[in-house]
């Protein structure tokens, strides 16, 4: 176990969606670190009047929230949108702390979240190749130890250091994002066009996970990632998620986070990915694009509306 001599502060990011909000706290107020962990809020303004309504309820609620060593809340005056509301709040708690522990607000944790994500940011503090902590996992790994090394990101409960966050920069357009980057590097990133990640480039503003995702592709970095997952995201499509193969089911990560720690590698461990690991990604990518297809909306909807009821 790395000793931690400091917790790192925890950024949540929230808009007007009050239910998983609260679970989002409540699961990380279970965490054994959570007294001893400040809470930054960073609380976007509504987009109409309507929104606005949802927006006062939830800081109202965010007020009286308890259990961590301290509780601020940031509030936007008005409506800044997502990407800026937090890249904003990033910048602003980089300019305080060295370190950073990011949530939004439809990823509970499990009660060992906190103390994975601050012994991770400790050891691996001074190793230039590990730019990030991924909570979340895309792979069902049994056998393969509590952690492994990969070049891809998650952005479901993560964390990073201010010295590494520093390469990030937020692309306006595709032929920025891409510049420098040959065809073998997209589709590198893309796990053989399995994971079609690189078609955010095509939305305005440029989502900044595929942004920080290249940025740890061009530095040629590593993501430490458990091999159990340490967050659920219950916010995608009413926390019920579609897998193709299933045609109407639970989508496949959707699983309990883990009940019981994750062990780190040993500190003089080599850091490098595995190349085996790598080969499964394919598999587990391989309908992903299809679930956010026009097909599979209509789906998702029907299910939703119509069969879960």
Same mark, same amino acid.
């Given at each position: ?14 808009? =007007? ?8 706290? @409540? ?11 400040? &809470?930054?809020?960073?609380?976007? +303004? ?32 008005? =409506? ?8 904003? +709040? ?30 991770? &940011?400790?050891? #691996? ?33 993560? @964390? ?10 937020? #692309?306006?357009?595709?032929?920025? @994002? ?38 740890? #592709? ?11 997952? &340490? ?6 499509? +009413? ?9 109407? +089911? ?16 040993? @500190? ?5 990915? =595995? ?35």
């Amino acid at each position: 176990m790395t000793p931690i001599k400091s917790n790192a502060p925890v950024a949540l990011f929230v808009y =007007n969606r009050l239910d998983t909000v609260k679970k989002t706290i @409540a699961h990380l107020q279970r965490n054994e670190l959570a007294e001893e962990t400040e &809470l930054f809020i960073f609380s976007d +303004g509504g987009k109409d009047k309507k929104s606005w309504k949802q927006v006062e309820r939830l800081r109202e609620e965010m007020r009286r929230t308890t259990g961590f060593k301290q509780v601020t809340l940031i509030e936007r005056p008005v =409506n800044i949108y997502l990407e800026r509301n937090i890249l904003e +709040g990033i910048a602003y708690l980089f300019e305080r702390y060295d370190r950073l522990i990011v949530l939004e607000d439809d990823i509970c944790t499990s009660p060992y979240f906190l103390t994975y994500m601050n012994e991770a &940011l400790e050891q #691996y503090k001074e190793n230039e190749t590990v730019m990030h902590v991924s909570g979340f996992t895309n792979l069902c790994l049994t056998d393969r130890g509590d952690t492994y090394f990969t070049p891809h990101m998650s952005g479901w409960g993560w @964390a990073t250091w201010r010295h590494k966050w520093n390469v990030f920069k937020h #692309y306006t357009t595709r032929a920025e @994002a891409l510049e420098g980057l040959t065809e073998e590097d997209c589709q590198r990133m893309q796990y053989g066009g399995s994971f079609p990640c690189l078609k955010s480039l095509d939305k305005k503003p440029i989502p900044w996970d595929i942004c920080w995702e290249i940025a740890i #592709y061009r530095h040629q970095g590593l993501c430490l990632t458990p091999t159990r997952t &340490l967050v659920r995201n219950i916010g995608i499509y +009413g926390g019920t998620h579609f897998h193709l193969s299933q045609w109407i +089911g639970k989508y496949e990560y959707d699983r309990p986070v883990t009940e019981v720690p994750i062990l780190l590698p040993d @500190a003089s461990a080599p850091v490098a990915a =595995n190349p085996e690991i790598e080969k499964l990604y394919p598999e587990a990518f391989k309908d992903w694009g299809i679930r956010y297809s026009l097909l599979g909306k209509i789906l998702r909807f029907i299910y939703l509306k119509l069969i879960k009821k």
